[in-house]
């Protein structure tokens, strides 16, 4: 229901008192144990059908909590109102979940989530990544079109938080972390980045080492979307991804921005605003890097779509309504984009 609807017939009066108890009240009323459920049952539009069976859903009462059950008319399965969205087993109301999603788009540490909400330091870092995985969805959905700016950053790969039985098997110890090769070799992470004349943005990991025509049809190539022309510094990996996809490629010469007409400044800045936004989190570990990267895109985006103060709202409505249900151990498991073995060939069963 609108609210401008459920206030028309109400006199002033009544409405200042209206304003003022919701005033009053506002962290209450956002902070009952169903409030996430409720939220969603207002605003998610598709229908329900059991996802066993394809049958309609019955409503079958309520939890303790308040929380919409549902019961399949054919398979007889059972879910409930939150059953697949990220609220799902989480005990934690909307009020704070509110305060979460705000933290993340203003980019807080983990820690100081912690602080700011109240909850432990592994629930604020499971509550993240499962937000950050959310807005995978959200980039999924982002193409580009019409004269695109292409380039490629490399950053140092990060092993922290990998379990040691993943690690790659040193045959010798080593004396320095860092790596022995200088510029672009194997032991770099490749991001493809992109961006078109209408902000839509690309930061995608590919591999490793220098960026190859393959890598760029395994990223921008399942992103393009009526595209024309593509501005990329010399890299021959453009010459043969522009011709297979009847591209114009605008070269620019290696080692600069621009070439008069064309330029790839814009790409350029957004790597800079990058790193600077990196540096906050202090070494990223190269198995979430992605969804960092995934976080940067989200918010330059609404940053580009929306006005300052509907970002949160449709924060609110992209993450915790649709299905984005994952599950707390399957963030440890986050898939490693770059082949460790390869990173660390010469390392491997030397001896
Ligand atoms: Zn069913």
């Not at 993340?104 to 993240?128: H, K, M, P």
């Not at 990060?158 to 039985?165: I, P, S």
Request: glycine fraction near 4%; hydrophobic fraction near 35%; charge should be positive.
């Amino acid at each position: 229901m609108k609210i401008e609807e459920l206030i028309q017939d109400l006199d002033p009066v009544t409405i200042i008192e209206f304003k003022d108890y919701i005033i009053e009240h506002l962290s209450d009323l956002c902070s009952t144990k169903n409030s996430n459920s409720k939220i969603i049952y207002n605003f998610k539009t598709e229908k329900k059908v059991c996802e066993k069976c394809g049958s309609k859903l019955y409503k079958n009462g309520k939890t303790k909590n308040g929380v919409q059950k549902y019961v399949c008319s054919c398979c007889k399965h059972t879910l409930s109102e939150t059953t697949d969205t990220i609220t799902c087993h989480s005990k934690l109301p909307f009020e704070v979940w509110k305060n979460i999603i705000d933290n993340l788009l203003n980019g807080f540490s983990i820690r100081r989530i912690a602080e700011e909400n109240n909850i432990s330091v592994l629930t604020s870092f499971r509550i993240r990544h499962k937000i950050l995985y959310a807005l995978k969805k959200f980039i999924d959905n982002i193409t580009l079109s019409g004269e695109i700016q292409s380039d490629e950053k490399y950053f140092s790969i990060n092993l922290k938080g990998t379990k040691l039985e993943n690690m790659p098997r040193y045959s010798k110890k080593r004396t320095s972390t860092k790596s022995p090769y200088r510029g672009i070799s194997h032991h770099k992470i490749c991001v493809v980045s992109s961006i078109d004349e209408f902000d839509n943005l690309l930061l995608k990991i590919v591999g490793l080492g220098r960026c190859t025509t393959k890598m760029l049809k395994d990223s921008l190539g399942k992103k393009l979307n009526n595209a024309k022309s593509i501005n990329a510094d010399s890299a021959s990996a453009y010459q043969e991804f522009c011709i297979e996809n009847s591209l114009i490629l605008n070269a620019i010469p290696s080692g600069f921005h621009s070439d008069g007409i064309y330029n790839i400044s814009e790409i350029n800045g957004i790597h800079s605003q990058l790193e600077t936004w990196l540096k906050k989190f202090r070494r990223v570990s190269t198995r979430h890097l992605q969804e960092y990267l995934n976080w940067f895109v989200y918010i330059f985006t609404m940053k580009k779509r929306f006005m300052l103060n509907k970002i949160k709202t449709e924060s609110y409505s992209n993450i915790i309504i649709n299905d984005n249900y994952i599950k707390a151990n399957a963030i440890f498991s986050v898939q490693m984009l770059i082949d460790l073995n390869i990173a660390y060939a010469e390392y491997i069963n030397q001896s």
